[in-house]
């Protein structure tokens, strides 16, 4: 994910994926329609910097942790708190050795 993050920062490299991602075998839609999606406008909204991989883009963070938790608790998808697992999946260790093994340029 870190890698294709940086691909799709590079210049041009949205509208090939829009290209690629619209195909029958895909999506199969509208390769405008992804590109909005894609870029830092859709639907007339504008995200200035709106990026795909950068400054711990991605990284765990125990505040996501939280919010995760609580959901699935009010969803009732779990009978009690799965603070356990989740500490076991939500692992900055584990995204820095990533970030450590992506070689690709900006």
């Not at 993050?5 to 290209?19: D, M, P, V, Y």
């Not at 909005?36 to 950068?54: K, Q, T, V």
């Not at 400054?55 to 708190?81: C, F, I, N, T």
């Not at 989740?86 to 970030?99: T, W």
Request: negative net charge; proline residues 5%; contains cysteine.
């Amino acid at each position: 994910m870190i890698e294709a993050g940086q691909w799709l920062e590079g210049e041009g490299r949205r509208e090939e994926a829009a290209q690629i991602l619209a195909r029958g075998a895909y999506l199969d839609v509208s390769p405008q329609i992804l590109l909005a999606a894609l870029s830092d406008r859709s639907e007339g909204n504008l995200n200035p910097g709106f990026c795909f991989s950068g400054d711990d883009l991605g990284a765990p963070r125990s505040a996501d942790m939280a919010w995760l938790e609580h959901q699935l608790q009010d969803w009732g998808e779990v009978p009690v708190s799965p603070s356990a697992a989740l500490n076991r999946c939500y692992r900055a260790d584990l995204h820095q050795q990533a970030l450590a093994y992506c070689t690709l340029e900006r």
